[in-house]
């Protein structure tokens, strides 16, 4: 069982409308998760904007372990 299908499995059944906000990574569209879209329809998937990473709440935190965790290290693998 995938992850979106155990989400669909803990939601209330009174809950009419599923909102998941995406980036815009190809894995999204993928079938997968076509399917899973045209299964459980209360789901909506909703993607950001291209070239809009600040509203991506992860891309500051990958901006501080860039700059302090990893700035100067070279790593063989």
Same mark, same amino acid.
């Given at each position: ?6 989400v ?6 009174? /809950?009419?409308?599923? &909102?998941a906000? +995406? ?7 993928s @079938?997968?998760?076509? *399917? ?9 998937f909703?993607?950001?904007? /291209?070239?809009?990473a &600040?509203?991506? +709440? ?7 372990? @860039?700059?302090?965790? *990893? ?7």
């Amino acid at each position: 069982m995938g992850f979106l299908e155990r989400v669909e499995r803990w939601l209330p059944t009174g /809950v009419n409308r599923v &909102y998941a906000i +995406l980036d815009n990574l190809a894995a999204h569209g993928s @079938r997968d998760v076509l *399917l899973f879209n045209v299964a459980y329809p209360r789901w909506e998937f909703v993607f950001q904007p /291209v070239a809009a990473a &600040y509203l991506n +709440l992860i891309e500051p935190w990958w901006k501080v372990l @860039r700059s302090l965790a *990893l700035k100067g290290r070279r790593f063989g693998t």
